[in-house]
């Protein structure tokens, strides 16, 4: 497998400084600061990313696991929320993952299984180990 790479770049401290994010394969360049960080300013922060991260992953692990027992899924949308603290240590603290899918012929409660299944095996939910992770699971009529 190959390895996957992002870079980031910060000059200046933490309040007045500024930096730009850049992912390997050129699909995404953009800047972050305190501002978009820690209050409403232009740009994208680190949890912003993680949050696209983890729904991406989730998304494409739980298709998987449903085409695998045979329910082939027409889509799944996945939200992520990520939250964030500054109670002494800034901390990841939890992630909601809420997601939406178009399953045919898959019933509610195997679908929230299917889903708590997904959200243990996908790789970004292992890594993020730390964090509480909430899954909200449910089909779209």
Request: proline share 4%.
């Amino acid at each position: 497998m190959p390895v996957r790479k992002a870079n980031a770049q910060w000059q200046g401290d933490l309040k007045s400084g500024k930096g730009d994010m850049k992912l390997q394969s050129g699909a995404y360049e953009g800047q972050f600061s305190f501002k978009t960080r820690f209050e409403d300013g232009n740009g994208t922060n680190p949890e912003e990313l993680v949050g696209a991260a983890h729904a991406g992953c989730f998304s494409m692990q739980f298709s998987a696991m449903l085409a695998e027992a045979g329910h082939a899924p027409d889509s799944i949308q996945t939200e992520a929320k990520v939250h964030f603290s500054i109670d002494g240590t800034p901390t990841i603290e939890k992630i909601e993952l809420i997601t939406r899918g178009r399953v045919p012929g898959m019933d509610e409660a195997e679908f929230k299984k299917t889903a708590e299944e997904a959200k243990k095996a996908c790789p970004v939910s292992r890594l993020y180990t730390g964090a509480e992770i909430v899954l909200d699971a449910a089909l779209d009529s």
